[in-house]
């Protein structure tokens, strides 16, 4: 059974620090993985997509690796802003999406 | 470009009342169609899934169940609340069949049951 775990659950951090936020999963069959972003209250909005074929995607201050081998992937947030305060989800995909619980970031000015 | 609609946004329900949630999709054709719930604390957990009109999978045994009576049309429903079905419903659609293309989702109902 495909389970993914988010580490860590938690992150507070100040304006323009690098972040990391990780995401673990129990069974590398997977078709590919999705980062989500979701604001309280709010349904997800899609930020990344990697194939099981690619390494890595990137979009705007955002950067996505998949290592499926190992079973992990990270998402990085480059020079964090106040508005990227939200929890962040990953997913991965065999017949269906699992996710895992998230990463409820904050950034404060 | 593809919309997403969900209704209603919150809801507050009687223990025993039913349910009714609709999601509608626009400016796509033959998406599939998912309804997700995702509890205080917990993650996501899919519910039901539809690649077609009258086509529904259940993932979760429960006393919900959905139907898909137009392409672009996914509904929730259930005849008598529980308590544990408070939580936070999510409509997502894919274009795509048997892999699981990118999801995209609605806006989300949150219901209370009291």
């Known amino acids: 059974k495909q389970e993914v775990t988010q580490i860590p659950a938690a992150l507070s951090v100040p304006e323009g620090e690098n972040l990391v936020l990780n995401c673990s999963f129990t069974d590398s069959a997977i078709y590919n993985l999705q980062w989500f972003r979701q604001d309280p209250g709010k349904g997800l909005t899609s930020l990344l997509l990697i194939q099981s074929s690619q390494r890595e995607q990137t979009s705007g201050r955002l950067n996505a690796s998949l290592d499926k081998s190992s079973g992990r992937s990270t998402l990085y947030i480059a020079a964090s802003q106040p508005g990227d305060s939200a929890t962040y989800l990953c997913a991965v995909s065999t017949d269906k999406l699992i996710f895992g619980t998230g990463t409820r970031l904050q950034v404060f000015p | 470009s593809q919309t997403i609609h969900q209704w209603p946004a919150t809801l507050v329900q009687p223990v025993g009342s039913p349910l009714s949630l609709e999601c509608t999709v626009e400016g796509t054709s033959n998406p599939n169609l998912y309804w997700y719930r995702q509890a205080a604390g917990r993650g996501l957990q899919l519910l039901f899934y539809?690649?077609?009109?009258?086509?529904i999978s259940s993932e979760v045994p429960q006393n919900l169940s959905a139907s898909r009576p137009q392409d672009r049309q996914f509904i929730l429903s259930s005849k008598k609340l529980l308590l544990s079905d408070s939580g936070f419903y999510l409509c997502?659609?894919?274009?795509?069949?048997?892999?699981?293309?990118?999801?995209?989702f609605g806006p989300g109902t949150r219901l209370t049951v009291t």
């Open positions: 539809s690649v077609g009109i009258g086509q």
């Open positions: 997502a659609w894919s274009i795509g069949s048997g892999i699981v293309y990118e999801q995209y």
